[in-house]
């Protein structure tokens, strides 16, 4: 096929040999099938900023760092320097993340490399060698449902201890092996200490999974691993090989504004009445 533009860098610097096929093309990248000497990798082409919506992934940044004052300046102004900035932090965002989660133990392509603005890393296959299907087009004995839960939650819970959310995670960012399920693509990955949006995210992933795997294994949709792995992580409880058991007693109160509100109003009355009455007994003394 013809060579795409932005993987020409990479087969003129030897990175890759030679383009096989496009494997799929979404919002954010573009992904080709790659020759690298006798190995078959993957190249994820991130696309142009013009084609995408910053607005978008404003609640996806939040936490992020930026290098270097200036840059926080430009980010923070939404200059062009700043938004060119901001593209590259994106970018950035998935390579650094995949290669921290790979040496946590969680199951992620392996990063071969991030050259000229394109990542190289690890092709998932099949048994057969074909790229491997997502979890979104394959369809599932309730073991093998309740199996791959499990599984998909431990790699959440280690992505949580390394400090990261998915953040858009669902059946159709995870490929899946012959060993099972792999998550993919990490561009808005999460800041779980340093986004307020963090605990609705980490949840809205497990949820996620849960509504699509507990079609096959009802008793799935009884679980809520989400809120027992979050509020083990804010007590600084949570390890990689905590055990979890899905159940979790929610908070049932809810705050009755209004009392709060004539509570308030009742102390400041009360504070007055008693002001009051020191200037009162202070004016009889005179």
């Not at 993987?7 to 610097?13: E, G, M, P």
């Not at 809520?224 to 090989?241: I, Q, R, V």
């Amino acid at each position: 096929m013809k060579t795409p533009q932005g993987l020409q860098a990479l087969i003129d610097d030897g990175v890759i040999d030679e383009v096989l096929r496009p494997l799929k093309s979404g919002k954010e990248a573009a992904v080709y099938v790659v020759r690298s000497g006798d190995d078959v990798r993957c190249a994820k082409v991130y696309k142009d900023m013009a084609q995408r919506s910053f607005q978008q992934r404003v609640q996806y940044q939040e936490g992020r760092k930026v290098r270097g004052s200036r840059e926080a300046r430009a980010v923070g102004k939404a200059s062009k320097y700043g938004r060119k900035q901001q593209e590259t932090a994106w970018k950035n965002t998935e390579v650094d993340a995949l290669y921290q989660l790979r040496d946590a133990g969680v199951r992620v392509p392996e990063p071969h490399g991030y050259y000229h603005g394109v990542l190289v890393m690890e092709l998932v296959t099949d048994a057969e060698g074909f790229s491997a299907p997502r979890l979104g087009e394959v369809e599932l004995a309730p073991d093998q449902a309740r199996d791959y839960h499990q599984v998909l939650v431990r790699q959440v819970v280690r992505m949580l201890c390394c400090g990261l959310i998915h953040g858009d995670l669902s059946p159709y960012n995870v490929l899946v092996d012959p060993e099972g399920p792999v998550v993919i693509d990490f561009p808005q990955v999460v800041s779980a200490a340093g986004n307020n949006a963090a605990r609705s995210m980490l949840l809205r992933d497990v949820n996620n999974l849960t509504a699509y795997l507990g079609r096959f294994a009802p008793e799935l949709l009884d679980t809520w691993y989400g809120e027992e792995m979050w509020a083990l992580f804010e007590a600084g409880d949570l390890l990689p090989d905590s055990p979890l058991t899905g159940t979790f007693v929610h908070d049932e109160t809810t705050i009755d504004l209004d009392s709060v509100r004539h509570a308030i109003n009742d102390a400041r009355e009360e504070a007055l009445i008693r002001q009051q009455g020191r200037e009162a007994a202070e004016e009889n003394d005179d």
